[in-house]
């Protein structure tokens, strides 16, 4: 597949699952708008630095942008965000009392 999600077969074009891991919806949705604008022979602007990755997992992990690591090795200031899976709604509904 190309930058324009082009397969070997230059009629077909692919987005999401079928390109490559398991990702989020969105992130599928916005491949298959990509896509679908190429195939009409438009242009169009997405930036997938910024696409969310997801671990499928209980409860699920997910982030998106640069790491810790690298933002350190630019010197960019941050600040890390902590939510325990008992905190959020979804770890209260399951009684969940666990911290990951």
């Known amino acids: 597949m190309d ?4 397969t070997s077969q230059p009629h077909i074009f692919a987005a999401g699952d079928v390109i490559g891991f398991s990702q989020p919806g969105s992130v599928s ?3 298959g708008r990509l896509a679908a604008t190429f195939a ?9 630095a910024l696409y969310p990755y997801g671990i499928y997992t209980i409860p699920e992990i997910s982030f998106i942008g640069k ?3 690298q933002l350190t090795d630019e010197d960019v200031p941050y600040e890390v965000g902590v939510a325990y899976y008992r905190e959020i709604a979804r770890g ?3 009684g969940d009392t666990t911290d990951g």
């Not at 930058?3 to 082009?6: D, E, P, S, T, V």
């Not at 009409?40 to 997938?48: C, E, L, V, Y």
């Open 3 to 6: 930058a324009q999600y082009r």
């Open 29 to 31: 949705m916005e491949q």
């Open 40 to 48: 009409f022979g438009s242009t169009a602007i997405s930036n997938p």
């Open 67 to 69: 790491t810790e690591e």
């Open 92 to 94: 209260q509904i399951r």
